[in-house]
Nanobody, 127 residues
Framework: VKLVESGGGSVQAGGSLRLSCAVS????????MAWFRQAPGKEREGVAN????????????AYADSVKGRFTISQDTATNMLYLQMNSLKPEDTAMYYC?????????????????WGRGTQVTVSS
């Protein structure tokens, strides 16, 4: 499976961006996908995840406290795409953003639980 992120860029504080992650193939009936970010000199941190199981419908989502109410994770299972809508962006959101995937239910905030990663897309928010 390959993951390819896109949609990053430079934006002023208060602006919006929509990140996309193209998934090369169907992941199965039960899987988790997530967005992580890593700023220079900092550890990789979880932003949001979405768990899709047999009984979850469109997927169960979870968010880091720092992005709740501003970011929305979503997916289009028909086209194997994952999205992250980012609104009210702040300078502290500046980072490389990564898409990740794993089978089963995974924690939104733990990068060690994900074994498939994209190469990232840079988001820069200026004040």
């Amino acid at each position: 499976v390959k993951l390819v992120e896109s949609g990053g860029g430079s934006v002023q504080a208060g602006g919006s961006l929509r990140l996309s992650c193209a998934v090369s193939r169907y992941l199965g009936q039960t899987y988790s996908m997530a967005w992580f970010r890593q700023a220079p000199g900092k550890e990789r941190e979880g932003v949001a995840n979405i768990y899709t199981g047999i009984y979850t419908g469109g997927g169960n989502t979870a968010y880091a406290d720092s992005v709740k109410g501003r970011f929305t994770i979503s997916q289009d299972t028909a086209t194997n795409m994952l999205y992250l809508q980012m609104n009210s962006l702040k300078p502290e959101d500046t980072a490389m953003y990564y898409c990740a995937a794993a089978g089963g239910r995974r924690s939104a905030l733990s990068p060690v639980e994900y074994d498939i990663w994209g190469r990232g897309t840079q988001v820069t928010v200026s004040s």
